[in-house]
């Protein structure tokens, strides 16, 4: 199983921005889809986006679209996701995945937005 490390959270006031990192310990190339999901206290893990395997097509959830971008370099082995606009309600610790392998995230990187 190929291991995940993200990196590139930190402390934001409301309206700025975040580039979140996740660096594979392998090649990721022809390895499907990726996807970044968050968790904030007390919550269920949410999904926020997802790459296709070509870096194509990609989606968001509602609550991020227009504000977060998610990228793939495969010859870099990461895939990252641009956050801008930061609101509060985007506190999380955020965690990327293989989507075809649920328990590949790492121990995520935690996001703070506060005035």
């Known amino acids: 199983q190929v291991q995940l490390v993200e990196s590139g959270g930190g402390l934001v006031q409301p309206g700025g921005s975040l580039t979140l990192s996740c660096l594979a310990s392998?090649?990721?190339?022809?390895?499907?889809?990726m996807s970044w999901y968050r968790q904030a206290p007390g919550k269920e893990r949410e999904l926020v986006a997802v790459?296709?395997?070509?870096?194509?097509?990609?989606t968001y959830a509602d609550s991020v679209k227009g504000r977060f971008s998610i990228t793939r370099d495969n010859a870099k082995k990461t895939v990252s996701l641009q956050n801008n606009a930061l609101k509060p309600d985007d506190t999380a610790v955020y965690y990327c995945?293989?989507?075809?392998?649920?328990?590949?995230w790492g121990q995520g990187t935690q996001v703070t937005v506060s005035a």
């Open positions: 392998e090649s990721i190339y022809n390895k499907g889809a």
């Open positions: 995945q293989f989507a075809t392998k649920p328990s590949s």
């Open positions: 790459i296709t395997n070509s870096g194509r097509k990609t």
